[in-house]
């Protein structure tokens, strides 16, 4: 399996965030925060249909986050009243691949420039890929852990 | 802006799919398929608490598909009665950095194993991250193009 193993994987950044947010993320309501993904123009053409969809998942590369494999529990938003967990029990941007997920909703899109709310990323942030939210994207029955509820009272997502 | 446009991004897997899928993955009814997320055994205490979630984002590296920079319209899922539209548009494995994402539902954990149902990727495949499912990763009045539903009556999301 040692192929397996040390595999490194590359991929090019398809456009960039801007944004007005700055490193304080983990402070501001994400929800609210409208931001735009600009697209190299090589790219314009694959948004083609986009427009349709009023949910999108927008895959991004947390380039100001330094790798830790070392780290690889933590108590989610460094709040120590809260149990330390895996990092893959969270979102928290110290992973081992620095790479961020989040759902935003599309406000519009302008050639290649696509307006939407929610995306927790600061400005300059490469964007990696663009995937539509499919109605299936929505788990029904969904179980999480009691921290969680703690999080979500203080609009900490 | 060049240097943000020639960004490479690296990352390196944190395990792999073993499953019976092969590649015909666009055959099968995803929704029923088991598979086994194998982290590298590095990674295992990353995993603490992630028992607690009913649902898991799997990402991970499409790594037998070429990617295909030049193609940025397709017909989804090769049908010709679908539109042309853009691969962003699209769960096409056929993007600009070949990268799938897809909502899961977990079965166990047991040590470095994470024991899935729904994951569409094929045996071997390399995992680049493990993110839980936060019940507000869930969109409400949810907008999505006809095509699709074209596509939800075979099954064949």
Known sequence: MLNIMSKDIKFRSIGYVETDSNEDLIKVDKE?????????????????????????????HLHKVVSRRSALKIHPRRRLDLPLVGVFATKSPYRPNPIGLTLVELIEIKGNIVKVKGLDAIDGTPVIDIKPYFPPDAALKVRAPKWLTKLRKINYL
């Open 32 to 60: 609210k925060v409208v931001s735009k993904v600009i697209l190299f123009e090589e790219f314009t053409e694959a948004l083609d249909g986009v427009e349709d969809f009023s949910h999108l998942f927008i895959i991004f």
